[in-house]
């Protein structure tokens, strides 16, 4: 065997021995990688959901709106009965019983619409902070990603522990995503 042989082997050998130990980086960058992945999924499904929910609390909040400008247009109409002179007193005092019939059965739609308009708010406001806790945990997942790509160059195992942190905290923030209430 000659002594570049040897030497070749020698390097090949080192390489190899390399190679073996950062498998575990190349490995935990790949998980990572996934978990990025269904990271940014559940980000985009959840924005979706922030912009369902707001387009359900729009429409109710304009239902609302409307019963209520039918509600004050009644009024009214209440009030200018009671205020001109009428001459079938009659027919106004069936106007007049109509009239408020409508408003008791419109102020209390009014109340259930708005308890619905208002709980559709709530759930938007909980959606869009569970989004914001999803586009958090991507945000460190893919630090943590980068931060330990940099250990296959550098050779240096510094970077892998501190993506893995970068990593922790994003895994914290998904699973505080499920956790909002």
Known sequence: M???????????????????????VAFTMSALAVFVAVTTLLGHRTSTEVILYQNQATDTW??????????????LSQDLLTVTVVSDKAAAAKLANDYASHQKKWNDELEEEQKQAEALQTKVELTEAREDRFDLAEALLEIG???TSVTLLTKSRMYWYLGLGFSALGVAAVVSAFLLK
């Open 2 to 24: 000659e002594a570049n042989e040897s030497q070749e082997l020698q390097e090949h050998a080192e390489h190899g021995a390399h190679e073996s130990t950062l498998r575990p």
């Open 62 to 75: 304009n239902q609302y709106q409307a019963h209520k400008i039918r509600s004050y247009n009644t009024t």
């Open 145 to 147: 990603l980068v931060i």
